[in-house]
């Protein structure tokens, strides 16, 4: 059947138009696409529709509501704001590494941020902990790491989020592809220009070796007092000698730390002094 162009027909013509339409489509053929989900109209408002503005509308409507958008389809869409899987960094470390990635234009050894103590086991770490003890937690690190600790809260999420974004547990360098020596999961400590582990990496590794021990317990079995303590005085001397540095803030310095090799060719390391024979 012809198109009808409202501009030449009749209010009647298009009255007996629509009757005519709206029996060339059979209800079922609406209701299929609605109770599959798909446009998410009632069989009753399809049907008001075809009656007020006729069937070819309400199948362009039903079109539409088909469609999936995608990046050639040519229409504007409203994709909600989803956070990536491995964007674990808040927006004060956000704003500190774009910043320095600026002062730095096209440096592979400032590509990313590595973590010391790896961030998996500190998330691991505050799981284990009890509300009072998150709590704990956040009353003795927020005041040496206030870009970490932005918001005071010890739910488990803020305080997991928060002890990601220790700036202490940083160390900028290239794309993790780029290097031969990444540890994944394990301890990953910075070296001073003699080779010799620095101040902070060295009570990222205390704390590190602690949580290794805790997690490998039995489920369930609960952090004690004493190895709290144990733990929040490992990050403190870390956010310490981080602070006595920088200065406070997530204090992103390149130099800080030492790279071997070369990430054109995949061979960045970070390499300490070998410990020496028996």
Known sequence: MRAHDPDKTSDA???RARASRAT???PADVTT???AGRGGRSPLSLRALQRSIGNAAVSRLIEQDRHQHGAGCGHQQDAPAVQRAGDWKNKQTKGALKALKQQHPGDPLVHTLHHIAPKSKLAEFAAMLTATQRGD???ALKPHAPTAFTTGSSSLQA???????????YAVGPEPGNRTDDPGAGIDPNYDREGAITPRSEELEQLNTLIAGLTSRPAGTPVSPAELHTFIAHAVAACQAHNSITGGGVGLDRDRVQWHGDPATRSS???GTLSPLA
């Not at 305080?159 to 547990?169: E, G, M, Q, R, T």
């Open 24 to 26: 060339a489509v059979r």
């Open 13 to 15: 013509d298009q009255t």
């Open 137 to 139: 937690v956040v009353k």
């Open 269 to 271: 390391r970070r390499t």
């Open 33 to 35: 696409d609605v109770t």
């Open 159 to 169: 305080v997991s989020d928060a002890l990601k974004n220790l700036p202490a547990n």
